[in-house]
């Protein structure tokens, strides 16, 4: 068993939906968005050890089909696509995290 800690669920579409719909099922969404701030690599190797195959790969992020075919997961690595030119306060963003209060079924 892998332990990766990665933020989740209030990143991107998913943050804005509990704050701008009645549902998060209300928002249309093609993939979960998780941030891998400390481990990238053993976060994908954890995915990939769940089933998950990457289908494709960016600068800023990888995406991850889900081995049931339910959707996709794209595993970012930084907030920003240049974490070089904007750096941000790892530290910080864990600090100030919160739980999401609704989540993806599957």
């Known amino acids: 068993e892998i332990?990766?800690?990665?933020?989740?669920?209030?990143?991107?579409?998913?943050?804005?939906?509990?704050?701008?719909?009645?549902?998060?099922?209300?928002?249309?969404?093609?993939?979960?968005?998780l941030l891998a701030l400390d481990d990238f690599a053993a976060s994908v190797e954890a995915l990939a050890r769940a089933g998950h195959a990457?289908?494709?790969?960016?600068?800023?992020?990888?995406?991850?089909?889900?081995?049931?075919?339910?959707?996709?997961?794209?595993?970012?690595g930084a907030l920003t696509s240049c974490p070089r030119l904007h750096p941000v306060d790892r530290e910080g963003v864990w600090t100030r995290a919160r739980s999401a209060t609704s989540h993806i079924p599957w």
């Open 54 to 76: 990457v289908r494709a790969r960016a600068d800023h992020a990888w995406t991850l089909e889900d081995p049931e075919g339910r959707g996709a997961v794209e595993l970012h």
């Open 3 to 33: 332990k990766v800690p990665f933020l989740g669920g209030r990143v991107k579409g998913a943050a804005l939906a509990e704050g701008l719909y009645a549902s998060v099922g209300h928002r249309p969404m093609g993939d979960v968005d």
